[in-house]
Structure formats: structure tokens, C-alpha cells
Nanobody, 120 residues
Framework: VQLVESGGGLVQAGGSLRLSCAASGSTSTINVMGWYRQAPGKQRELVATITSGSASTNYADSVKGRFTISRDNAKNTVYLHMNSLKPEDTAVYYC??????????????WGQGTQVTVSS
């Protein structure tokens, strides 16, 4: 499975952005997809996840009510809709996929990351 993110950029505080993560390859083996972020000098942290089956979602407390994760199964794409952005949301955002194959067992795949910068 390969992941390609897009949609990052520079936005003013209070603004919105939508990130996209397009998956290719053996996408039927993916169980969960998610977004993580890493700010300079900080550890990578979970932002949101969505399951492949029931589309159950999970959010970090810091983004609840502002961010929404969604998916388009036909396009094998997961989105992160970010509203009411704050300067502290500035980070490189990474897409992540967790899956399982009989041949390799459990796996984790990461995208290359996309920069989101929120100016005050």
C-alpha cells in the first residue's frame, strides 16, 4: 500500500483546509487509516482515525469539534477537514494506514507528509 497526501498550505487562524490521502496498491487489506502530525521539536501525535469497515472515527481531544475525518471508498481516499485552525495546529501532517495480509502479517504504512502552517 502506498499513500500520497495533498492539500497542505498556509492559512490564517480561523481558516480551513482539507487534506487528502490517496491510497494505492492492496487497499483491500487496510483496516484503519489515520492522520498524525508532528510539529517542530515535538513527537508525532495522533489527530484522527477512521476504520475501513464501520467507518468508526476517533479524534484527539485537541481537534474534536474542529476537524473531521472522512473517506471516499470509490476513490480510496481519506480526507481531513480542518476548520477553525489555530497556530498550534501548525505541523507536518502524515497519513497512515494499518492493515493485515496473510503473507506479511500486520503492517503500517506512512505517507510523505504535507505541511500545514497557520498564521496568527
Amino acid at each position: 500500500v502506498q499513500l500520497v497526501e495533498s492539500g497542505g498550505g498556509l492559512v490564517q487562524a480561523g481558516g480551513s483546509l482539507r487534506l487528502s490521502c490517496a491510497a494505492s496498491g492492496s487497499t483491500s487489506t487496510i483496516n484503519v487509516m489515520g492522520w498524525y502530525r508532528q510539529a517542530p521539536g515535538k513527537q508525532r501525535e495522533l489527530v484522527a482515525t477512521i476504520t475501513s469497515g464501520s467507518a468508526s472515527t476517533n479524534y484527539a481531544d485537541s481537534v474534536k469539534g474542529r476537524f473531521t475525518i472522512s473517506r471516499d471508498n470509490a476513490k480510496n481516499t481519506v480526507y481531513l477537514h480542518m476548520n477553525s485552525l489555530k497556530p498550534e495546529d501548525t505541523a507536518v501532517y502524515y497519513c497512515n494506514a494499518l492493515g493485515y495480509t496473510i503473507r506479511t502479517g500486520a503492517y503500517v504504512t506512512w505517507g510523505q507528509g504535507t505541511q500545514v502552517t497557520v498564521s496568527s
